[in-house]
């Protein structure tokens, strides 16, 4: 099942391409994601169909997002059956736990033609065989000011600039990961002016399994800098 569960959650992924849900730096409730899907339809249809602004581009990309979230839940509900995927998901939203045990930098890594840096991560996430979870970095200043998102593509639905892993379905129970990446290009580490910068940031191990997402683990900060030429 778990085999079959992972080719159907991949399925979807290449279908949807990078439009996985990421909106994991706030607690959203069922109003405020009504809320929000509106937002994005409207902005599907007013803005991204017209121009190809940076404001469209993100109104698509995070409408995406949510259907994509919705997609994969339902795929495990029909995998599991509605009576299991509830009492899997009461349990899960209960009792799941999870450690971040190691974060570590590889920089000057080309990825699709991109330079950038590799961000990986070991975790273990407990007592959630079967659901989907990921991690998600999230970038600031060197002074604590969140780094602030200027095109719409590495972001939160707040703004800040953020990336994340794929959608991860553990295949235990209790499953060690040792080593998952995220990469984010140079570029989308946005300043308005050039010269050095620093930056730090931290990994969140996310639960997107119940109705809203739950950040189950933290990172300590990393630090780095950037020259912005």
Same mark, same amino acid.
């Given at each position: 099942?778990?085999?079959?569960?992972?080719q159907?959650?991949s399925n979807?992924?290449?279908?949807?391409?990078n439009f996985?849900y990421d909106?994991?730096?706030t607690?959203?409730n069922k109003?405020?994601?009504?809320?929000l899907?509106l937002? #994005?339809?409207? #902005?599907?249809?007013?803005?991204?169909?017209v121009?190809?602004?940076?404001?469209?581009?993100?109104?698509? +990309?995070f409408f995406g997002r949510?259907?994509?979230r919705?997609v994969i839940?339902?795929?495990?509900?029909?995998?599991l059956?509605?009576?299991?995927y509830q009492?899997?998901?009461?349990?899960t939203?209960?009792h799941?736990?999870?450690?971040?045990?190691?974060v570590?930098?590889?920089?000057n890594?080309?990825q699709n033609?991109?330079?950038?840096m590799?961000?990986?991560?070991?975790f273990t996430?407990?007592?959630?065989q079967?659901?989907?979870?990921?991690?998600a970095?999230y970038?600031y200043?060197k002074?604590? #000011?969140?780094?602030m +998102?200027v095109?719409?593509?590495?972001?939160t639905?707040?703004?800040q600039?953020?990336?994340?892993s794929?959608?991860?379905i553990?295949n235990?129970?209790n499953t060690h990961y040792?080593?998952?990446?995220?990469f984010?290009?140079y570029n989308?580490?946005?300043f308005?002016a050039?010269g050095k910068?620093n930056?730090?940031?931290?990994?969140?191990l996310?639960d997107f399994s119940?109705?809203?997402p739950?950040?189950?683990?933290?990172s #300590?900060?990393n630090?780095?800098?950037?020259?912005?030429?």
């Open positions: 099942m778990q085999k079959t569960l992972r159907k959650i979807i992924e290449r279908k949807a391409g996985i909106v994991l730096a607690d959203v109003k405020d994601l009504a809320k899907v937002a #994005g339809i409207l #902005g599907l249809g007013l803005v991204g169909c121009t190809p602004t940076a404001a469209g581009r993100k109104n698509i +990309d949510i259907i994509t919705t839940e339902e795929s495990v509900k029909k995998e059956g509605n009576n299991d009492k899997r998901g009461n349990q939203i209960n799941t736990t999870g450690e971040i045990h190691s570590w930098m590889n920089h890594i080309y033609g991109e330079k950038g590799n961000i990986h991560t070991q996430i407990y007592n959630h079967g659901f989907p979870t990921n991690l970095a970038f200043h002074n604590g #000011g969140k780094l +998102d095109d719409g593509i590495k972001t639905h707040n703004g600039v953020a990336t994340k794929e959608v991860l553990p235990y129970k040792k080593d998952v990446n995220m984010i290009p989308q580490l946005d308005p050039s910068h930056l730090k940031f931290h990994v969140n996310i119940g109705n809203t739950r950040h189950l683990s933290r #300590g900060w630090h780095f800098w950037i020259n912005n030429q």
